[in-house]
């Protein structure tokens, strides 16, 4: 377990910078910065957030003895709350990795909240119990700072205008499409 919690956080981050890498790659030419920030800020929702919160969900509240050890802690029942937070985090992250700034912006916030103040509570945590746990001290306790950090920076850096249809756009655009093939008259 202390292995899997060091190294799924930065997992996640070389994840999206891979997928974002591979985006921009493929994007259309001239590639600009707005392009840059919305595949770099779709990918850091969909891994760090959104999957990372999946995980941290999954491991709360289906294996809160192992998780509670990895942070230094004693299993509590506030664990399956912490992770039904996260799951919440996740699903909102995957929504707002594809959908509009308002998205995005409402899910950075909340994010920003929660992981930022777990961050202050492993801060006080070792500075009060020398909490050293990998749960506590590791690679959690930085992305908690930098993944709301680096992806609030993006929205307010970037524009405020997606480069691509929106997820939203694309299924009207399809349920058109297909209302108007099955109200043609058959051939």
Known sequence: MTEV?????IAMWVAALIAAG??????PRPITRGVVIDKLLRYLFFFPLG??????FSGHVFAPVEVAASIGWAPS???TEVGVANLGIGLASFYAGFGSFGARAATAIAAGCFLGGAGVVHILEIAEQGNF???????IMVTDFLTPIVVL????????????????????????????VLS???K
């Open 51 to 56: 999957v990372q919160g999946l995980w941290a």
């Open 153 to 180: 920076a993006l929205l307010i850096l970037g524009p405020r205008k997606r480069s691509g249809p929106l997820l939203s756009d694309r299924l009207e655009s399809a349920r058109r499409e297909l209302e108007g």
């Open 22 to 27: 591979i985006a921009v790659w493929w994007a």
């Open 5 to 9: 919690v060091s190294l799924f956080p």
């Open 77 to 79: 029942p506030f664990q």
């Open 133 to 139: 746990a990998p749960g506590n001290a590791g690679p």
């Open 184 to 186: 043609a008259p058959p």
